[in-house]
């Protein structure tokens, strides 16, 4: 199979129990075994059969290898949920004394794991605007170890060059670790970028609609590890792999951040329709933009598909085209957006994106509510800023929707 829709709707082709079209929900904490050497055998990882629901699941492996075969990865492991997989990647990677470079423009989460969480263990991120590859290069120390950045950064919708950010890691022998929870790999593909590990939130697009949580981490093979101080051993076991078995045999289990069966199998059917209503927001997106430029309230509108688009140059060469279906525009001051997200009617409050429903929400307030106003200006965006995820609704009753709110004003 070439095309994406169809290794996403049929994976390997795995035929299951009783013709069932869709994998078992196994709902269950352990597994019995014939006898004590396969019991054995597979705790010490040698048969592939499954012994204890945190450490693996035969629900939670299908979607794993369905994720891995869209991606082209070399392996993909599910957990519960897109911090979940980030802080797995990042404790893997790095031990005290080790630094980060990556760009102010992150998830608020992701900020404050980097700012509160990682700091106290000796581990210091460096930030610089990752559109400058010079600077990129500037800030590069012997002590970094990896390059942290969202392909497409929420709510700023920046797109980074992706293949001079690839090179500058190539270069410098720095891990190169990829959010791709806006886009999935659907849209953007990081093997084709020499990515080394790949974050998701699969909360997102992938569940079909928000309906579960859950994220991913997807491995591409690298011999970056045998650099990395706290890979050394993992390297000299697994070579190319080393970063997805210290994760695995390590961190993952020790963390217990793992992914329930139940939500594996709402994942596994939200990937069915994925390439459906990607493309379908995607559509929705670039009419509800222009919309929105034409509105006199509306001061500013950023989305990847508009001409003005500050980063139009490499939606081809990094997308293919793409251009996801996050908008972020900016009213008046903040009263202003509240009293129109107060007037919509169909378009939801919610703090999730790539959901089927349009989604509004007030970033300022919320996700970055623990920043201050030079802390937003830095971030690209203000407290008169709304970040709308276009959903998959017919776009005529979206714009209705957002025409009444306009008028309430």
């Known amino acids: 199979m070439?095309?994406?829709?169809?290794?996403?709707?049929?994976?390997n082709l795995t035929h299951y129990s009783h013709g069932s079209l869709k994998p078992p929900v196994y709902v269950t904490s352990a597994f019995d075994f014939p006898d004590s050497q396969s019991m054995e055998d597979a705790f010490q990882g040698r048969s592939g059969?499954?012994?204890?629901?945190?450490?693996?699941?035969?629900?939670?492996?299908?979607?794993?290898?369905?994720?891995?075969?869209?991606?082209?990865?070399?392996?993909?492991?599910c957990l519960s949920s897109g911090m979940a997989a980030m802080t797995a990647v990042l404790t893997a990677l790095l031990s005290s004394g080790d630094r980060v470079l990556s760009s102010p423009w992150l998830f608020g989460n992701t900020l404050s794991l980097l700012n509160n969480t990682m700091k106290p263990y000796g581990i210091e991120t460096d930030f610089v605007d990752l559109r400058d590859l010079q600077a990129v290069e500037n800030a590069i120390t012997p002590d970094t170890r990896c390059l942290l950045v969202?392909?497409?950064?929420?709510?700023?919708?920046?797109?980074?060059?992706m293949a001079g950010l690839s090179q500058i890691c190539q270069k410098h022998g720095i891990v190169l670790v990829v959010d791709n929870s806006l886009l999935t790999p659907y849209l953007f593909q990081g093997k084709d970028f020499q990515v080394d590990v790949e974050v998701l939130s699969t909360t997102k697009f992938i569940s079909g609609g928000g309906t579960s949580v859950g994220g991913a981490v997807l491995y591409y093979p690298s011999e970056k590890w045998k650099k990395i101080p706290k890979l050394v051993d993992a390297h000299k076991a697994a070579g190319p792999l080393a970063?997805?078995?210290?994760?695995?045999?390590?961190v993952y289990r020790n963390q217990g951040g793992c992914m329930s069966p139940q939500t594996a199998s709402l994942q596994l059917q939200?990937?069915?329709?994925?390439?459906l209503r990607v493309e379908r927001t995607q559509e929705n997106a670039l009419k509800m933009a222009e919309f929105l430029k034409a509105q006199s309230r509306v001061s500013r509108?950023?989305?990847?598909?508009l001409a003005d688009y500050p980063q139009a140059n490499l939606l081809q060469p990094i997308l293919q085209g793409n251009t996801g279906q996050m908008i972020l525009f900016d009213l008046s001051d903040q009263q202003e957006c509240y009293s129109f997200m107060d007037w919509l009617k169909m378009i939801r409050r919610a703090t999730n994106f790539c959901d089927n429903k349009s989604l509004?929400?007030?970033?300022?307030?919320?996700i970055f509510s623990s920043s201050d106003d030079a802390q937003l200006k830095a971030m690209g965006f203000g407290r008169n800023s709304l970040?709308?995820?276009?959903?998959?609704?017919?776009?005529?009753?979206?714009?209705?929707?957002?025409e009444q709110a306009f008028k309430g004003l």
């Open 270 to 275: 939200g990937l069915e329709t994925l390439a």
């Open 2 to 11: 070439k095309g994406k829709a169809s290794k996403l709707i049929h994976g």
């Open 301 to 305: 509108v950023l989305f990847p598909g």
């Open 49 to 77: 059969a499954h012994g204890y629901s945190r450490i693996t699941n035969p629900t939670v492996s299908e979607l794993q290898e369905r994720l891995r075969i869209l991606a082209g990865a070399e392996q993909c492991l």
């Open 150 to 161: 969202e392909v497409l950064s929420n709510p700023q919708l920046i797109l980074h060059d």
């Open 243 to 250: 970063l997805a078995q210290k994760v695995f045999t390590e």
């Open 360 to 366: 509004i929400i007030h970033p300022a307030s919320t």
């Open 387 to 402: 970040r709308f995820s276009v959903g998959i609704e017919d776009v005529e009753d979206i714009m209705e929707d957002m």
